[in-house]
């Protein structure tokens, strides 16, 4: 009587046209970054060529780069991982994500104002010395060097991983749990039967994305690194662009960049998905099971939570401490700070909706493909994980300097790559889902003629609201948070909020600065929330579906 | 009259199942047989959702078999996930019209449908929110109102119970006689053809060629 | 209400028609200097006043940004002068044959501690680098650079990276014109008293202010803003009896420039009393011309030598330095 779970054969594509952009923005995608690369390469001569590095220290910076990066993301893991079961067994899984979305701000924050709030609590004046000074015992010392680089890249991407291992833990049936119970399975075998498998297909798409992530680190390298021996391929392309313009080189790391990259990713997806839902997980209680109430247990899971929220959130609340001023009333008024304002909420705004849209429409088309078209759409939206904002600002500004003024182009130069740099993100949050709708909902609606863009929006747009949510905040909130990007592009024209940060700062201004940096903390805030209660909307019931 | 003509599948190479039947307009067979015997495949190929090796499938006399499943008169009736759970059960019906706008002769004969199968006053309420009887006669209605000529039922109401069931099938006799719709319901219970009081078909194993 | 908005509509498209009458000069600068607190805006009332123009910044991230941006724009470039190079950039900008020779008169106009008579870049605000600290903190405090090198482990300062910072560059070739040949030797006994090396001036200096370091490298003019700003004297900048290296800030103007006559000007204009008096308390550096110092200024340190390298030095030798410095300090 059971009915076999098998794919649908019918003999023409359910899909439409839209699967022929799809792969049309897949090859635009691989096309625009090898073009901004080879923009580079073509127009090295302009470089004054300071740069002499040699293979043999490309190679080192390399070596570091990898190891370091798999490092972070291995110890990220490590993290995230008991925190979550703790979560998970303590029944929390739905308050934590109140608390997660805090430290998840550090994701999407400037660098800088992370770093700063960090040191805020780490730092040698931070709260932790003044707490040991008042106990008498010595201050911390310095903390800069690769330790530092670890912790903060484990203080910054845990939250990312303990929020995706929580949607697993949620989709467990309830009946496996209510099997577990009944059987009196203990926390190991839980884990061996029940969780691991689930969590298996996550994890190596989660720990690729820290990978990238850490891998193309590069102003947190500069902040904590405490000086050349703790470097990236991404701090070498940035000297090379800006410092000694030497194009070619940065043109070639960016390559060898790539390269690795793009090896690591292909790797790991053969283990699993590279999906990321990270959607709010369910609200259902967890069934207690044998050894919930062991109090060592219990003693356990309250130290790994609150020691997570400690570190986690703590930074978090030192750049509002900090920011918490007369200065922030006094920001509001300069004419300055509200162009800002308003550039910064436009641009991010917009290319939220675009990378949400772009993601989307990858994410449909990625549905009606073999399994070598969905490897390759998965490694082209990736590789802008691995090519550096700056490679593709100045490459574009190289291939439009004469075609067009670069000046008046700049908001939209700085929309697209921004927009470029989170598709991988919204790309991730929403393809999961959209592949599970297409497997459950196919035969429904093909059987009923709800095909094309009546189906995407009378039927998928309303079911993956809260994905659609979340991929929107969030690449929304990559860009306020964005400095990059706008450091070449913009102008007393056209100003972002972190731009006018990053002025204040070189100006002695250390109030406006911390007050500032607490308002883009606001702003990226409102901006998630935002969009996660705009997803709602789409949820709303139309008075009817026809038409 | 529907007709499948040595229709040949095989889901794994080596062990092929064969159909070969026809069914009247107005007619309900009900499909019995074994587990794994074939019954939902063959539900599959008539509505498109498969491409059969050999044969054809034919509906007075057209061809259907190259058909994709949109262009085929038939309304499939599925065990479970008929309905879209954010839209209401009028909505539900209204979607399955490909397009169609919801105007006021639409929307009376709407209600008319669901007071038929008695559903009334369940038009504004989303499928979380009535019984799994209620849900697969909601399913019906839009059956009803789609009036394509050809009405496939794969286990429909196996999951509910007796009672409920029979509800079922006079709701779904008038659906049937409305529109004389050639229908085919698969079901693994006897009393099923009995209560219908209709031609039963069994089928055979699949062959090993 | 119709007849309000058409007048303003008149108005509004009328305005870019008045405005394009005059000429523009475009000024391409760092990003500080451009700024609403900086000297921009006051230079900019000044200088539009007398040449009936339209006085444009455009302001880019850094000095070196500034350069790498017209290198960028070749020819096309809608800069007419470039401001805010330093005189380690000068040999490279030069290489770059984008600029031209401003033909304004140098000579005793300028006030620096060392002579400076170039064709095309004029120099506009000059200033010490120096180790600063907080005097009610710090007892110890290093009166020569070999003091500071030579201090023990537990003094914390923070510097630049030499590769992206102006200061750090300096450092760097202070200690180099300090300790010529043995100069790694000199970083690798102050590498345990760095705390970091960070990428920007700013990054550096808050560090400081947070207390994450007793000393900061930055500017002999640093404690002056706090004098003025904040009303505190007490940040001091050490004064080492080598001398302190020095950095002199020039502008130049485009040979691709589409306002000549005007671009000459403004080079005169700099040295100028109308641009030089902005300087001191919006830039916080010495001004190259002659003008009045504000009375905090007196309390300064004033170095007996100033230390300089060529340009074509710094050019020639600038890659080789940096990695004798990155391997020095990474031991």
Redesign the interface.
């Known amino acids: 009587m059971a009915v076999r779970d098998h794919q649908i054969n019918i003999n023409r594509k359910a899909g439409g046209g839209y699967v022929i952009i799809g792969i049309g923005v897949a090859a635009s995608l691989v096309i625009i970054a090898l073009l901004t690369i080879g923009a580079l390469l073509v127009a090295g001569d302009v470089g004054s060529g300071f740069g002499g590095t040699s293979l043999a220290s490309i190679w080192r910076v390399a070596l570091f780069t990898f190891w370091q990066a798999s490092l972070s993301a291995l110890l990220s893991l490590a993290i995230a991982l008991p925190v979550a079961r703790a979560c998970w067994r303590r029944s929390l899984a739905w308050h934590a994500n109140k608390l997660i979305l805090l430290s998840f701000l550090t994701v999407v924050m400037p660098t800088t104002v992370a770093v700063s709030g960090l040191l805020g609590i780490w730092g040698q004046t931070g709260l932790v010395s003044s707490i040991l000074a008042r106990m008498g015992a010595a201050p911390l010392p310095p903390i800069y060097g690769l330790g530092a680089v670890l912790l903060a890249h484990v203080f910054f991407n845990a939250p990312l991983m303990l929020r995706v291992l929580l949607t697993v833990f949620a989709a467990i049936p309830a009946e496996q749990m209510r099997l577990a119970a009944q059987w009196g399975l203990g926390d190991w075998q839980r884990f061996r039967i029940i969780e691991w498998p689930r969590l298996r297909t996550v994890i190596p798409g989660l720990l690729a994305l820290v990978f990238l992530l850490c891998f193309t680190s590069f102003s947190l390298i500069l902040m904590l690194g405490g000086g050349p021996a703790v470097t990236t391929l991404e701090v070498n392309i940035y000297t090379a662009l800006r410092f000694d313009f030497d194009l070619r080189m940065a043109a070639s790391l960016s390559l060898v960049q790539l390269s690795i990259c793009a090896v690591v990713v292909a790797f790991l997806a053969r283990f699993g998905t590279t999906t990321m839902s990270g959607v709010a997980a369910a609200r259902s209680r967890r069934l207690p099971q044998r050894g919930d109430e062991n109090p060592v247990g219990k003693a356990i899971d309250a130290f790994l939570l609150a020691g997570f929220m400690c570190l986690a959130v703590a930074p978090v609340l030192s750049v509002i401490f900090k920011g918490v001023s007369s200065h922030m009333v006094s920001i509001f008024l300069w004419p300055s700070f509200q162009r800002a304002l308003l550039a910064t909420l436009g641009v991010a705004v917009t290319s939220g909706i675009l990378a949400t849209g772009v993601a989307l429409l990858m994410a449909a088309s990625r549905v009606r493909l073999g399994p070598a078209g969905q490897w390759s759409f998965d490694l082209a939206v990736s590789l802008y994980l691995a090519v550096s904002a700056i490679v593709l600002g100045t490459g574009a500004f190289i291939l439009l300097r004469g075609v067009v003024d670069v000046f008046l182009l700049a908001p939209v130069l700085v929309l697209m790559a921004n927009m470029l740099v989170a598709l991988p993100f919204a790309y991730r949050v929403v393809q999961g889902k959209m592949a599970l709708l297409a497997k459950t909902q196919d035969k429904l609606c093909l059987s009923l003629d709800v095909r094309g863009w009546r189906r995407f929006r009378l039927v998928t747009l309303p079911a993956m609201a809260p994905e659609i949510g979340f991929a929107a905040g969030l690449s929304a909130a990559l860009s306020v948070g964005d400095l990059t990007v706008i450091a070449l592009f913009g102008s007393q024209q056209f100003q972002t909020l972190p731009w006018l940060l990053y002025q204040m700062m070189a100006r002695y201004r250390t109030g406006d600065a911390a007050a500032l940096a607490l308002i883009l903390l606001l702003i990226t805030i409102l901006i998630f929330v935002g969009f996660a209660l705009g997803a709602r909307w789409l949820q709303r019931r139309p008075r009817h579906a026809a038409g | 009259m529907l007709q499948v003509e040595n229709l040949e599948f095989s889901w794994e190479p080596g062990s092929v199942l064969s159909y070969d039947l026809s069914v009247s307009s107005g007619e309900i067979l009900a499909v019995r047989g074994s587990s794994g015997v074939g019954k939902t495949t063959l539900l599959e190929l008539i509505a498109g959702f498969q491409q059969p090796d050999r044969g054809r499938i034919l509906w007075k006399d057209k061809d259907l078999t190259e058909l994709p499943p949109w262009e085929r008169p038939v309304t499939s009736v599925f065990q479970s996930d008929n309905l879209f759970g954010h839209l209401s059960c009028f909505d539900n019906v209204v979607i399955g019209l490909g397009g169609r706008r919801a105007d006021d002769a639409l929307r009376q004969q709407i209600n008319e449908c669901f007071d038929l199968l008695g559903l009334q006053g369940l038009q504004q309420r989303l499928p979380s929110e009535i019984s799994g009887g209620q849900q697969q006669r909601v399913a019906l209605a839009r059956a009803l109102i789609r009036a394509k000529p050809i009405l496939l039922l794969d286990e429909s109401f196996s999951a509910l119970d007796w009672t409920m069931r029979q509800g079922c099938f006079d709701a779904l006799r008038a659906v049937v006689d409305a529109h004389d719709m050639a229908t085919l319901l698969v079901s693994h219970d006897d009393r099923d053809a009995e209560y219908l009081e209709c031609r039963q078909l069994l089928l055979r194993p699949p062959e090993t060629r | 209400m119709k007849s309000i908005l058409s007048i303003c509509f008149t108005v509004l498209l009328s305005l870019p028609l008045v405005a394009h009458a005059k000429p523009v000069l475009t000024v391409y600068t760092y ?2 200097f ?5 000297p921009g805006p006051a230079i900019e009332a000044a200088f539009e006043e007398k040449c009936d123009c339209d006085l ?4 880019l ?2 000095s ?2 500034i ?2 941006r017209v ?4 020819g ?1 470039s ?1 800069a007419d002068i470039v401001l805010g190079l330093d005189t380690n950039l000068m040999a ?1 900008a030069e ?2 044959g984008l600029f031209a020779p401003h033909g304004a008169n140098v000579s005793g106009r300028t006030n620096l501690p060392v002579a400076f008579d170039d064709e095309v870049f004029m120099p506009f605000d000059w200033g010490y680098f120096a180790f600063v600290y907080d005097s009610s903190k710090l007892r110890d405090v290093p009166v020569s650079l070999d003091a500071l090198v030579n201090a023990p482990d537990d003094l ?1 300062i923070v510097i630049q ?1 030499p ?2 910072a102006t200061p750090g560059l300096g450092l760097l070739l202070w200690i180099k014109s300090v300790y010529g040949d043995e100069a790694a030797d000199a970083w690798a006994r102050l ?1 345990p008293k ?10 550096a ?3 400081f ?4 370091a007793d000393m900061v490298l930055s500017y002999s003019t640093s404690p002056a ?1 706090h004098m003025i ?1 904040e009303e505190t004297d007490k940040y001091r900048a050490a004064g080492f009896a080598e001398g302190h290296y020095m950095q002199i800030e020039v502008a130049a103007m485009l040979k691709s420039s589409s306002q000549p006559v005007l671009a000459r000007q403004f080079m005169d204009f700099i040295l100028t009393e109308g641009f030089q008096s902005v300087i001191p308390t919006t830039n ?1 550096m010495y001004p190259a011309g002659k003008a009045e110092l504000p009375a905090a200024f007196s309390s300064l340190i004033t170095p007996k030598t100033s230390l300089l390298f060529t340009p074509q030095d710094v050019a020639a030798n ?2 080789a330095w940096v ?1 004798e ?2 391997s020095a ?2 031991r």
């Open positions: 990003d500080s451009a700024s609403e607190w900086g444009q910044f455009v302001a991230d850094s070196i940004g350069l790498g290198q960028l724009e070749g096309a809608k490279t290489q770059t914390r990276d590769r992206t590498a760095i705390v970091t090396v960070t990428k920007g001036w700013w990054d200096y808050s560090m202010l947070e207390g994450e803003y700003a916080w600038k890659s990695e410095w990155q300090i990474t």
